[in-house]
């Protein structure tokens, strides 16, 4: 059940994946989205999700997220390029992409007026389930998030973590094989992120359901998704796991406060032993680790031979952050801030759909 | 007192700025009595005919009073919005922060008020002699007319703020406009007190928006009638609403 | 309709109704409003029953109509603000990704305005009957002024879904709300055609397709069966709604964007 104060952590693959609900996955070949002003939002993306992964898409605001978001689920149609989602064609089978697809937008997109199990009724109605499967369908959701007890009260007395589950109870109503997710944890409490990252874990691991997932938390794309695609422009920038990522960038560095600072000089000259100076602190040293992480151990092995106390000692692995710099020249927090002072296709007004 | 005049016009200036400099602020504010002079005047000029109807400067003075009048109300009231609106964004906390004389905001407000409508009230009756309004009244009496809808206007923006400070939000709207709806059109709005028959005659004989209206349609009559009354009644409104609106300041000022 | 069409658009007309009832804010201003306009006018224009040509001995009979056009206007804003709000909100977007068909939003959206409309005209009716109204056409007259009024309000529905669609926000269609009341107000609401005496009010009031709505409606009240003010009424009625809703469908395609 998804509740607050629930273990967060990425879920072992093999572990439990007991059958794939979806065997398509996404697929998208050189898909562009130019809005009016010949804005290019979405500028030749190709990319693979395999059934059953949680794919991470992350980049700043601006970079085109949302609007990937928008084709993938049909909302949007795309300039060029093709997409399939499912199996099928998002630009001539939206039908059947959607009735595959379930969808957590990045706006909560819930009517403050209606109650949280009126939500869910219109949804299955809307899905065309017979009666008796609307009301047991609802109520298995409600219980499944937490929201039995405030099933009947209306959303705009909810809590944002409640409307999150809320709009994620309303997303598997028909029990999609592919879900998107963009940006969900936006603006949630650490509890209810790690809550709703239990349950996106477990909506792939336990149930094989393909999940895409946007956002711009380095920490959620680090520790939910199977593999990742940074976009900036809207182009990817860097495609992989997490972990190969990082290691294409560089090995991870480790920096040593001696506590008496007269020692500093020492401390440097066992620290060469295991890799090149970089910069850092101004109280400690800090390398990079020529043998990688496994040398960390040998290193405080070494300082301690030497008699050498430390006040701090701490392993610095690159990070998503880090992929994002090497690729782009920028940080991911710098891209941010520079997306928010230059307009951007996204948050331009109302996108004109290139068909009536 | 000093500090009091400078925060005031402080507080003027930029509603003053904001509302010239932004026409969808003030030209609804200016069509609207241009509408109601129009379906009022035009549309209703034959009830002039009524037996008993013998007003000398014509239907559309007669009228003409009226809008003026209405105008200068409900200027007051969209005002109100505005304290509303500052509210809402959190201006007003910082202008809670940085004014020492408090009381200076809320006659800013005011000045921001009376600015706004004597622009309304200017092009407001440019249209009514354009469309041949008769004016019999002197220029002491037309005078008097102007400070009649001066203090009507500051008198209702005096009770928008007292609503405003209190609610801050404009879900108050509504409770802001409805009472002074109700006071204008329950009032003698489209014939004498005279020819009015029934329920109604009875609450206008008691509203004091009558003595208002009569007074003001006196003087551009040139026939003055009550016009001491009709200044007792404005001039009470605006201090009870002084009060209400200071009161209103404390309650906003609790709040934090 | 097929079933699955039948079960969407019950679903959208039920929270559309449930939607409009939970807001006391906008509901009760849209039943009050008109009648006390209704009161005030009456009392402040009674005395032009007395002016030669007047077609009715009692102004209320007369002024009565008016209530139904000024319900029909408030559920143009309300109906436009609820729609622009999905827009806004995203909740359309939620929508699209179901297999509701656009049909089926926009006819959700009328049944609430329908079931306002409904409420609303009894009740102006219930209140002209208690105040003295007694319609020329009797009876069955009282539920064909019900059912135009209901067609009235649902044209004007649809006229502010179009401008929900068209602009997206509820700012836009509150905007709009003076512009209607234009051209309320610039009709023969408050005095006949033929006896409103500036030449270019009389000409407007001609023009204007709101004047034979009323017209349409006060007809069954003080006339009793009048074919041609009944004709225009409906006719006019029929052809706004259409025109509005076909608006509102093209628009409706354009926002929901769907492959």
Wanted: neutral net charge; aromatic residues 8%; charged residues 15%.
């Amino acid at each position: 059940m998804l509740v607050a104060g629930a273990p967060p952590g990425r879920v072992p693959r093999g572990a439990y994946a007991r059958g794939v609900r979806d065997e398509h996955g996404i697929q998208a070949e050189g898909l562009v989205r130019e809005f009016k002003g010949g804005i290019r939002a979405v500028d030749g993306i190709r990319l693979e999700v395999r059934p059953g992964e949680i794919y991470g898409f992350l980049g700043p605001n601006g970079a085109g997220k949302s609007t990937t978001v928008h084709m993938l689920t049909t909302l949007l149609p795309p300039t060029a390029g093709t997409a399939c989602v499912a199996g099928f064609d998002v630009a001539r089978d939206g039908a059947k992409v959607r009735a595959a697809i379930g969808a957590a937008l990045q706006e909560a997109a819930l009517d403050p007026l209606l109650t949280g199990r009126e939500h869910l009724r219109l949804q299955t109605a809307l899905h065309g389930m017979p009666k008796a499967e609307r009301r047991e369908r609802t109520e298995a959701l409600l219980e499944r998030v937490g929201l039995t007890q405030a099933a009947d009260r209306k959303v705009r007395t909810y809590s944002g973590g409640m409307k999150r589950r809320l709009d994620l109870a309303l997303a598997l109503v028909h029990e999609p094989s592919i879900l998107f997710l963009d940006e969900p944890t936006t603006g949630l409490d650490p509890q209810s992120r790690n809550a709703l990252w239990s349950e996106v874990a477990r909506l792939s691991g336990d149930e094989g359901v393909t999940v895409f997932l946007t956002t711009q938390y380095l920490e959620e794309a680090d520790v939910l998704a199977d593999r990742v695609g940074i976009i900036d422009h809207g182009r990817i920038v860097a495609e992989g796991t997490p972990g190969a990522l990082k290691a294409e960038i560089g090995r991870p560095s480790v920096e040593a406060v001696p506590c008496n600072s007269s020692e500093r000089a020492a401390v440097a000259e066992v620290l060469r032993r295991f890799g090149r100076p970089v910069p850092g602190s101004p109280k400690g040293v800090t390398v990079r680790l020529d043998g990688g992480e496994e040398a960390l151990a040998d290193v405080v092995r070494a300082l301690e031979t030497e008699g050498l106390h430390l006040d701090h000692l701490q392993l610095h692995s690159p990070t998503l952050d880090d992929v994002f710099l090497a690729k782009t020249g920028r940080s991911l927090e710098g891209a941010a801030e520079e997306a928010e002072s230059r307009p951007d296709a996204e948050s331009e007004g109302e996108p004109e759909p290139l068909r009536a | 007192m000093k500090s009091f005049r400078s925060v005031a016009l402080a507080v003027a200036w930029r509603g003053i700025h904001n509302a010239f400099t932004n026409p969808a602020i003030l030209v609804p504010s200016m069509l609207f009595p241009l509408f109601f002079f129009t379906a009022f005047a035009g549309g209703l000029s034959r009830v002039a005919d009524v037996p008993g109807f013998d007003f000398p400067a014509g239907y559309t003075a007669f009228q003409f009073v009226f809008v003026f009048l209405q105008s200068a109300a409900f200027g007051g009231i969209f005002n109100g919005f505005a304290i509303a609106r500052d509210f809402e964004s959190g201006f007003s906390r910082r202008l809670l922060l940085a004014a020492p004389r408090r009381s200076g905001i809320v006659a800013g407000y005011a000045l921001v008020a009376l600015v706004r409508w004597l622009a309304t009230a200017a092009v407001v009756t440019a249209v009514a002699l354009l469309a041949g309004m008769e004016v019999l009244g002197s220029g002491v009496e037309l005078t008097g007319l102007l400070g009649l809808g001066l203090l009507v206007n500051v008198a209702a923006l005096l009770w928008a703020a007292g609503i405003a400070l209190r609610f801050r939000t404009l879900q108050a709207g509504p409770l802001m406009q409805v009472p002074v709806f109700l006071t204008l059109f329950l009032a003698p709005v489209y014939v004498p007190l005279a020819l009015l028959d029934g329920w109604i005659h009875a609450v206008a004989s008691a509203n004091p928006a009558t003595f208002l209206l009569e007074a003001g349609r006196g003087l551009i009559a040139g026939e003055p009638v009550e016009v001491a009354a009709a200044f007792a009644v404005a001039v009470g409104a605006v201090g009870l609403f002084t009060l209400w609106a200071l009161r209103g300041l404390r309650s906003a000022e609790m709040a934090g | 309709m097929t079933r699955p069409l039948a079960l969407q658009v019950g679903s959208l007309a039920r929270r559309s109704v449930v939607r409009t009832l939970r807001q006391p804010v906008n509901v009760v201003p849209s039943f009050l409003f008109p009648l006390i306009l209704l009161a005030v006018n009456v009392g402040g224009l009674g005395a032009a029953e007395r002016l030669p040509g007047f077609p009715t001995d009692s102004y209320l009979d007369f002024a009565l109509a008016f209530t139904f056009m000024q319900g029909a206007l408030f559920a143009t804003t309300n109906a436009g603000t609820d729609l622009a709000r999905d827009i806004q909100t995203g909740f359309l977007n939620r929508l699209a990704l179901t297999p509701m068909r656009s049909a089926a939003l926009l006819l959700g959206q009328l049944a609430g305005i329908v079931a306002l409309a409904l409420i609303q005209a009894t009740l102006y009716l219930a209140v002209g009957l208690v105040a003295g109204v007694r319609p020329e056409s009797g009876v069955a007259g009282l539920f064909v002024v019900v059912f135009l009024a209901v067609l009235v309000a649902l044209a004007f529905g649809a006229i502010g879904a179009f401008l929900a669609l068209r602009t997206g926000t509820g700012e836009a269609v509150q905007a709009m709300f003076p512009l209607l009341f234009v051209f309320l107000f610039l009709s023969s609401m408050n005095l006949p055609r033929n006896l409103i005496e500036i030449d270019w009010f009389r000409i407007v009031a001609t023009i204007n397709p709101v004047s034979y709505l009323i017209e349409g409606i006060r007809s069954l009240i003080i006339t009793g069966w009048d074919a041609q003010a009944l004709a225009l009424g409906f006719g006019l009625a029929l052809a706004i709604g259409a025109v509005a809703l076909a608006a509102a469908s093209v628009w409706l395609q354009g926002r929901l964007a769907r492959s």
